[in-house]
Each structure stands twice: as C-alpha cells, then as structure tokens.
C-alpha cells in the first residue's frame, strides 16, 4: 500500500510583542498551523477537519477506522493528494483508494460523520448502535498493567510533544504497550485528530488489533475519543484531565478501562478497576 502524506508538524513564525514587566517589547513567536484536510474515499467527500498538517495519511486512515469504513490493513491501496482538487488546496485534499471488495456506502458514512460529530447528544441508544460495529472488549485476567508502568506514562508523552514545546498549543495522544514502551506519539491542535493519527499509525503498520496497548492523550476524554479506542480494539485509555459523564457510561458497557488525572502521581479510575495491579 503506497501513502502520500506530510510528516513534519508546520509552524508559523510571528513577530508580536511581548510584556516583559516594564513595557511591550518586540519579540517572535511560534505558532501552530491550522488548516482544513478534506478526506475522500474513491473520490467522494467523507468529512472536512481542521487539523495541523503533518502525518495526514495516518490522520485519514484512523478517521475512516473509526467509522467503519476500513476494518483491516488490506482494505486500503493508497492514501494519495488528490490530483483533481484546485491547485491552491491540493495538499490539503486526500484520496483514499479501496480495495475493490471493500464496500463503501457514501449515505453511510455520512450518517456514521454525524454521529460522531454530535457525541454531546449521543446516549444508550448510539452506544448500542456502535457496538453494532465494534463489540465490546471481553476481559481477559491475563492482561493486566502494573500501576508504576501506568504512572510513567506522562511523562513519556510530554518527551515527545516536540511542537507543543514550540507553541503550547497542541493536544498529544500516545500508544504505549502494557508495559509502558513507547509505540508512538502524535500531536495535533485536535485531541480527536492527534488520536486518529496515532490510529492510523497503528493501522497502517499492521498493528490491529492493540489488545495489549494503552492510549494515553494529554486533555480530556470524550466519548469520541472512547468510540476511537474500540475501534482498535484498545482496552485501556488514560488523560491528563477528566473524562466526560458520556465516556465513562461508554467505556463501562464497552469493556475498557478509563483513567483520568493521571498526574503528579495519581490518577481516577472509572470503570473496569481490574486491569490495574500494584505490582507487574
């Protein structure tokens, strides 16, 4: 399978002035860059979202997993620019090329956009709905984390937030196996879109399904981001910060493991407390 796609984040240097105590001062600044990316499967417009450009391939390949759309590596050929777009957007328009078996219902996908845009709405009856497509996650007392590998896990993604050092103003979601090593790490200035990026990686590379991986993001967690982590079959999600009221009913009726706070230490454990061991 062939992908196009940047794979550097793009800044933007800025001159502004700053306030140093005694006056306004001229001085530069970075910061992150925000465009539009259009995803098209055989051509048809799926979805528009405003991402910082960088690793678009994967960002395309993890959004359409966790919608449904592709299920396995073989199911895409390409992920390419697309020739046909006007010049000024055309590294801003990517293709996704099935393979020809796969079936793709545009009305569908569309619907599957809507749902997933409007999770704030969602309630039991869209968690049923998902599972539908992506069943709950069995447990298995065998995979477990040991509580010191899970507190070890912010500071490893604060290593390689290389942008978000420059400008503060990106959001990281990071895939880490049960013993806490590094598998990558993806920024963005969406937290969903740094999270189909590190999907995307994983799909990419072969790697589905992540039964023994955890994905860690540095802000809040959403149902969004819950759906996201059960498309690949994730059974531990931690953040930074708190997940929302919708997260936890879903990761309770998914089967995953949802940690909140990690920080400083501590952490919350929400639902499915099992996975979590003192000791390795």
């Known amino acids: 399978m062939r992908t196009s796609s940047f794979h550097f984040m793009r800044v933007k240097h800025t001159s502004i002035h700053r306030w140093n105590g005694r006056e306004l001062a001229s001085a530069q600044d970075v910061l992150v860059e925000e465009e539009p990316l259009e995803i098209r499967v055989r051509g048809a417009a799926v979805t528009v979202t405003m991402r910082t450009p960088g690793h678009d391939a994967e960002l395309a390949a993890g959004f359409l997993l966790s919608e449904g759309i592709i299920l396995r590596r073989n199911d895409v050929v390409e992920i390419a620019l697309c020739g046909n777009a006007e010049a000024s957007s055309r590294d801003n328009v990517l293709n996704v090329f099935l393979a020809p078996e796969v079936r793709f219902d545009e009305p569908k996908a569309g619907r599957l956009q809507l749902t997933t845009s409007s999770c704030g709405l969602c309630g039991k009856g869209s ?10 996650i069995h447990g298995d007392p065998g995979r477990r984390v040991a509580i010191d590998r899970l507190l070890g896990l912010p500071d490893k993604l604060r290593q390689r937030q290389a942008a978000f050092e420059r400008t503060g103003g990106l ?6 196996s049960f013993g806490g090593r590094r598998v990558v790490v993806r920024e963005d200035i969406g937290r969903h879109n740094a999270v189909d990026k590190v999907l995307g990686h994983a799909f990419l590379s072969g790697r589905l399904p992540l039964a023994n991986h955890v994905l860690m993001v540095s802000g809040r967690v959403s149902f969004e981001i819950m759906q996201k982590a059960l498309a690949a079959q994730i059974p531990l999600v931690a953040a930074v910060s708190a997940p929302s009221s919708l997260a936890v009913d879903f990761a309770r009726e998914s ?9 400083n230490g501590g952490f919350n454990v929400y639902t499915h407390e099992w996975r979590l061991v003192a000791a390795p």
């Not at 968690?127 to 709950?136: A, T």
């Open 127 to 136: 968690i049923e709905s998902i599972h539908q497509r992506f069943p709950p």
């Open 171 to 176: 959001h990281a979601a990071g895939l880490f």
């Open 255 to 263: 089967g995953q493991t949802l940690v909140g706070f990690l920080r």
